[in-house]
Structures are given as C-alpha cells and as structure tokens.
C-alpha cells in the first residue's frame, strides 16, 4: 500500500490542532476568533532571487514559474522547485508591468498593470501566442478549470470567461470576523475549492469562498526576512498550490527565500 506522506501529515496536524485548542480556550477566544487564524507549518525553506518582484507564481510539475514586475524589468521566469535552476527567462518589453500569472487550458495567461492587455503565451517557450484587451487594473489571476478569476486591488474578484476574457460576475470579499471589506487583493490562487488572495502591503494570505465572499486571514509575517520588515513594499506576494505536496509555495516582492508551506 502506497501512503501520502503529505495527507497523513495534514490529517495528524488537524489532529494535534482540535487536540491543543481545548474547549476552554474556545470559550475564551470565541470560535470566530479560531477560525479566523488558522495554523500553517513549513515543510521547506529554500532560495529565492531577490532580482524577482514577485507578481505571480504557479506549481507545474516541479517547476515554478513567477512573473517579475515594474515598468523596464518585468519578466517570466521557469525554474526547478527544488534547485531554482533557470530552465527559461523571457524578458517583457519596457513599456509592460507584468501583474498576475496562471497557467489554464495549456496557455499562460499574463496581467499587465495598467495597459488593459492580457498576454497569452506558450507555457514552454513564453512566446506570446496573441493578446486580449480588458478595462481597469490588473493585478491578480487564477483559475477553478473552469473560469478564470482576476483582481484589481480592490475588494472585488471578477469571474472571467476563459475564452474572450470578458468579466461574468463580481465576488465582493469581507473578512469573515469583522464584516469589513478586505482591500487591495492581489495575487490569487485556487486550491480546495477556495480562492487564495494576498494583500498588498500586508503578509496576509486571504482564504475566500468564492460563493459568499468571506474570507479568513492566515498571518504569515513570521516568514518575512528580518531584514525586509520595515519595508511596506518588500511584503509577502506569491502563492502557488502544488498538489503533488498539497502545500502551498509562498515567497515575496525580492525575497532571498522562498518556503513551501501546508495550511490545514
């Protein structure tokens, strides 16, 4: 029999976690409070360029791939998970600000900040297979194999037709504790049926349920590099599920390490 070293990690921390929080503690803290800051463990601690302005990051069988941002330096960029060997680099032209990145359907599909141009692009060789036009900012992008979602940096999540990249519906976030709006999503992921939002200027990952909006903050400031935590611009950005792990890969904005972390 064939045991998933990653599973059964999940299922002993979710054990030890329902074991440590007595029913006291619950009484004290409420459950709200609980939910609201869920435990995450870090299974590796490996480098990472600092060159990279980190806008997107994507798993794809045992590689990474991460978009680099800012006007002049925008690029993407292939490595190997475990080594970070540079398996292929394609510089942006000088006019783009690379945003969000997410691989659907074998094509990438590439933000840009302000242009209103999405880039389509070969996920082996990053040649730009042809280009579509949307309204707005771009900032973040992912995808549930079926739709594609973006954000703005604001509060709302669009639901996007894959195809003409026209927007179908709105998801307005609110932190599920305080009923307050959550502001400036960036980066976006999906994974366990949940979309998975950084924040700008924060070390907050969001995880949103995409049919109500709410969402729980996961803190991860203990991750940020001693040397970054006063920088407001240096903040964590970057999450990528890898379901070969079940854990997710977490970096920030030219970051020297990267981790690969498992939120139960």
Known sequence: MTYNFYALK????????????SSSTAASLGQD?????PAYTVLKTLPHDTAIFTQGLISN???????SGLYGKSFIRIYTAETGETLKHH????????EGLT?????????????????????????????LRYKGEGWGITHDNAFLYTSDGSQQITRRDPASFKP??????????SGKPVLQLNELEYAHQRLWANQWRSNTIWSIDPATGKAQAIDLSELVPAELRVRTDKVLNGIAYDPQADAFWVTGKNWPVRYL???P
């Open 10 to 21: 999940r299922a002993t921390l979710q054990c030890l976690l329902a074991f440590t929080v």
């Open 33 to 37: 409070e609980i939910e609201q800051k």
């Open 61 to 67: 069988n045992k590689t990474l791939i991460e978009s």
């Open 91 to 98: 510089n942006l032209s000088p006019e783009i600000f690379a």
């Open 103 to 131: 691989l659907f359907n074998h094509q990438l599909y590439l933000l840009t900040w302000r242009a209103g141009v999405l880039f389509v692009l070969d996920p082996t060789s990053l040649s730009v297979k042809k280009t």
């Open 168 to 177: 179908l519906s709105k998801i307005a976030v609110t932190d599920t504790v």
């Open 261 to 263: 972390v498992d939120i």
